[in-house]
């Protein structure tokens, strides 16, 4: 069909919308009585969906497939939302000045990051352990979420709290005199494959925590570098040289809630889990859109209990899913954000949610999507276990999980 000819259908729509409201969005809710031309699709079928990305990446925000800033250790028990461990594998990266050096002139070795992150009691002090890695792996690799790389010996420990704002491992000497060679030689990069986190065997959790630990360094709004130096520090009588973090990998055991929610889903990144739901967009009709909106409400009171925290996610993921073909067939939507009016909403600058669903209310042979779903995409932001307690509908809810959807023109 020509341009001209589609106007003229969209004039035609608009027009009809004009002329005749009745049958237009009968038995819906309207969010705004004050504006007849919106009309609130509320969701259906609401419920958790099992998610598979793990928390991998590199430790570079420039990276264009994983970036990723943090990495995640420790261990939570958490009833309403499921427990959760947390093994952290860093591997660094060769500064060129380190080939410079003699391997006698390396006196010592460390390795610091910051701690930026908390889930769970702020109370608790987490004894950690650092291990060497054994074995090659790849950050680009498709593990499972909760693979579990071999490593040696306990090398070094450290205790860490909320109150420390940064973690830091000194290798012992006689672990610097056996790698000395490797840290300045040519061969850094087959030889070295980096170190675990882990809290130690002895731990308890009771709740415990899980605590993130930044990946490289920050900047501020000019770009320059801010906060401590992150990755293998290695002095020498001269100079400190800094190994930055490259290939980085949350490994994280959940288990399923024992006591969840009876208002909310127990949605948490890092748990393998998401949300889905339907929307019968049907019942708008063939109408022109100017604005497609979803809104997600949040229960923000289970972020926070006396001392135990959970950050609610900021940001994540709209997705259609048509099942027609036998293979879902997924189509990116639009990102979600969570705002300071207690929902997750539509984050939508370039109008591909609002284009989307038009050409299915302008398709009566459409018969759209037959899910949508929302991810807290690991993409998106840092490793994390931020929650995402959105409501459940309930008879009478004045604001439920709901598509928002303004009609171009009056309807009246």
């Given at each position: ?37 919106v009309r609130v699709v509320p969701l259906a079928n609401i419920d958790t969906l ?363």
């Amino acid at each position: 069909m020509r341009l001209s000819a589609l106007a003229a259908v969209a004039a035609a729509l608009a027009l009809s919308a004009c002329q005749d409201p009745a049958g237009v969005g009968l038995g819906l809710i309207d969010e705004d009585q004050a504006d007849p031309s919106v009309r609130v699709v509320p969701l259906a079928n609401i419920d958790t969906l099992t998610t598979t990305e793990p928390a991998i990446g590199i430790a570079d925000p420039s990276n264009p497939t994983r970036p990723q800033a943090r990495v995640l250790v420790g261990d939570v028990r958490d009833a309403e939302f499921g427990d959760a461990t947390a093994i952290a594998y860093v591997d660094a990266l060769q500064p060129a000045d380190a080939t410079r050096l003699e391997a006698d002139e390396v006196l010592q070795v460390w390795l610091q990051m910051p701690r930026t992150y908390v889930y769970g009691d702020t109370t608790t002090t987490l004894p950690l352990e650092l291990h060497a890695i054994q074995g090659e792996w790849d950050a680009l690799a498709s593990y499972p979420a909760d693979t579990v790389f071999a490593v040696g010996p306990t090398l070094a420990t450290a205790d860490l709290s909320v109150a420390d704002t940064l973690a830091r491992f000194d290798l012992p000497a006689s672990w610097v005199r056996a790698n000395a060679a490797t840290l300045v030689g040519d061969s850094f990069a087959e030889a070295f494959e980096g170190f675990s986190l882990q809290t130690a065997p002895g731990f308890v959790a009771s709740p415990g925590a899980v605590f993130g630990l930044d990946t490289f360094r920050g900047r501020d709004s000019q770009g320059r570098p801010q906060g401590p130096l992150v990755g293998l520090r290695v002095a020498t009588a001269e100079d400190t040289l800094t190994f930055p973090l490259s290939e980085v990998f949350s490994s994280i055991e959940t288990q399923s809630p024992t006591a969840p929610p009876a208002s909310i889903l127990p949605v948490r990144r890092g748990s393998g889990t998401g949300l889905r739901f339907t929307a019968d967009l049907g019942q708008i009709g063939p109408v022109p859109l100017s604005r497609a909106v979803v809104r997600l409400p949040l229960d923000r009171s289970y972020a926070e209990a006396g001392p135990f925290v959970r950050p609610i996610a900021s940001l994540a993921e709209l997705v259609g899913v048509r099942d027609a073909s036998g293979t879902p067939q997924r189509t990116g939507l639009s990102i979600l954000r969570s705002t300071g009016t207690g929902e997750l909403t539509v984050d939508d600058p370039s109008g591909l949610l609002t284009r989307t669903l038009q050409q299915i209310l302008a398709a009566p042979s459409d018969a759209g999507f037959d899910r949508y779903e929302v991810t807290a995409a690991q993409r998106l932001s840092p490793a994390s276990l931020d929650i995402l307690p959105v409501v459940l509908p309930t008879s009478g809810m004045e604001r439920p999980p709901r598509f928002v959807l303004t009609v171009v023109g009056d309807p009246t």
